[in-house]
């Protein structure tokens, strides 16, 4: 499986961005997809994750009031809306595929990554 990221872009704060992420091959419905984000010096965190089916979905408690992941199994792709974006937002916003899951070891395949940045 390949993903591909994009939608990233310099925002103010207050703005909302869609980030997109697009998967290669006939198998995209087996897999959960996690978006996580890694700011410079920091961790890569968690961000949201979506079932296969889109039934299941969980987000970071520091977010969870202005993002909403989904997906679209026929477009092999699955999209992460934020909202009321925040300096702190600012970010490389990485989409992975693999089983459903909090931490990066759950998900067997990366996308390169989308650089969000946010002005405030």
């Known amino acids: 499986v390949q993903l591909q990221a994009s939608g990233g872009g310099l925002v103010q704060a207050g703005d909302s961005l869609r980030l997109s992420c697009v998967a290669s091959?006939?198998?995209?419905?087996?897999?959960?997809m996690g978006w996580f984000r890694q700011a410079p010096g920091k961790e890569r965190e968690f961000v949201g994750v979506?079932?296969?089916?889109?039934?299941?979905?969980s987000y970071a408690d520091s977010v969870k009031d202005r993002i909403s992941v989904s997906r679209d199994n026929a477009r092999n792709t699955v999209y992460l809306q934020m909202d009321s974006l925040l300096p702190e937002d600012a970010a490389i916003y990485y989409c992975?595929?693999?089983?459903?899951?909090?931490?990066?070891?759950?998900?067997?395949?990366w996308g390169q990554g989308t650089l969000v940045t946010v002005s405030s």
């Open positions: 091959g006939s198998t995209f419905s087996r897999y959960a």
């Open positions: 992975a595929a693999g089983r459903y899951g909090w931490t990066p070891a759950s998900y067997d395949y």
């Open positions: 979506i079932g296969g089916t889109g039934d299941l979905k």
